[in-house]
C-alpha cells in the first residue's frame, strides 16, 4: 500500500506496476504513449509533435532510447 502521502505520479506507477507486473519495457512505453494520447489537448503543440513522433518511431521499431523514455515519463506524469 501507498503512504497517504503519496502522490498522484506515485499513484501512477503504482498503476502501471500492478498492470505490468512483469516489468516489461516495450509494455510500459506502449502504456505511457497511449495513455498521454488520450490527453492531447492538455499538451503543448512541442509534446504533441515529440510524443506523434516517437510514437511513430516505436510502431517501427519497437523500442525508444533512454532519453526519449525519460521525456515520455515526465510528459506521462503530468497528466491525469
Not at 498522484?8 to 516495450?26: C, F, P, V
Not at 533512454?66 to 515520455?72: A, F, L, S, T
Request: charged content about 30%.
Amino acid at each position: 500500500l501507498l503512504p497517504l502521502t503519496a502522490t498522484s505520479a506515485d499513484r501512477k506507477w503504482l498503476r502501471i506496476d500492478m498492470a505490468l507486473a512483469a516489468g516489461d519495457r516495450q509494455q510500459q512505453i506502449s502504456y505511457m504513449l497511449n495513455h498521454c494520447a488520450d490527453f492531447t489537448e492538455r499538451l503543448t503543440e512541442w509534446e504533441r509533435q515529440f510524443l506523434e513522433s516517437v510514437t511513430d518511431q516505436f510502431e517501427q521499431r519497437g523500442d525508444l532510447s533512454n532519453k526519449q523514455v525519460e521525456v515520455v515519463e515526465k510528459i506521462y506524469c503530468r497528466l491525469p
